[in-house]
């Protein structure tokens, strides 16, 4: 599976942006698609994630801001990101996983200025 993220940028705080995660290859069994970010000097931080079935899980600094959603047709994960604060800037990094296996796209830029 090879991810190809994309849709970052520099926005002001309040604006929104959307992420997108592109998958080609098989993705047959595929049971966890998910955005994660690192900031500059912290770790990588889970923000959304998808889970088979249909439920989600949000980053409580995220939660009722940002959106994440797929589209079975186009093998394709949105992070729907509003409200945007400085504090999310960060890398975004999308993550499909089989199983243990975990596969991750290049990582996308977000800025959000003051």
């Known amino acids: 599976v090879q991810l190809q993220a994309s849709g970052g940028g520099l926005v002001q705080a309040g604006g929104s942006l959307r992420l997108s995660c592109s998958a080609s290859?098989?993705?047959?069994?595929?049971?966890?698609m998910g955005w994660y970010r690192q900031a500059p000097g912290k770790q990588r931080e889970l923000v959304a994630a998808l889970i088979r079935g249909g439920s989600t899980n949000y980053a409580d600094s995220v939660k009722e801001r940002f959106t994440i959603s797929k589209d079975n047709a186009k093998n394709t994960v949105y992070l729907q990101m509003n409200s945007l604060k400085p504090e999310d800037t960060a890398v975004y990094y999308c993550?499909?996983?089989?199983?243990?296996?975990?596969?991750w796209g290049q990582g996308t830029l977000v800025t959000v200025s003051s």
């Open positions: 290859g098989s993705i047959f069994s595929i049971n966890y």
């Open positions: 993550t499909f996983k089989r199983g243990p296996t975990a596969y």
